[in-house]
């Protein structure tokens, strides 16, 4: 029903910065209409979520571990939502995903049940 398509990643060193994009897709899919997710996959960890923008980009959500560090925005003429990524620390090495989630705060869900590819995110200490 969508595309995910995350690029971005990369190797950065400690306390650096890297932006994120993700671009979303589908025949029938209106992308101003939902809320946008980030999520992460460290290794060996199971997928957590980063965070999330409303529909319009008017509210976000940060999950603790990058609230300060972390923002997310869209731009829904390009079908897009990003994540900048500052102050970057070896635990912030993961897969980073985007999804389509039903709310921007902590009470989410997924929206769909499928994923892109991911982007690897790689800090160096």
């Known amino acids: 029903q969508v595309q995910l398509v995350e690029s971005g990643g990369g190797l950065v060193q400690t306390g650096g910065s890297l932006r994120l994009s993700c671009v979303v897709s589908?025949?029938?899919?209106?992308?101003?209409?939902?809320?946008m997710g980030w999520f992460r996959q460290a290794p060996g960890k199971e997928r957590e979520y980063v965070g999330a923008i409303s529909w319009n980009g008017g509210n976000t959500y940060y999950e603790d571990p990058v609230k300060g560090r972390f923002t997310i925005s869209r731009d829904n003429a390009k079908n897009t939502v990003y994540l900048e990524m500052n102050s970057l620390k070896p635990e912030d090495t993961a897969v980073y995903y985007c999804?389509?989630?039903?709310?921007?705060?902590?009470?989410?869900?997924?929206?769909?049940?499928?994923w892109g590819q991911g982007t690897r995110v790689t800090v160096s200490s």
């Open positions: 999804n389509v989630v039903t709310f921007w705060g902590s009470d989410y869900s997924i929206q769909y049940d499928t």
């Open positions: 589908g025949r029938t899919f209106s992308f101003s209409d939902y809320a």
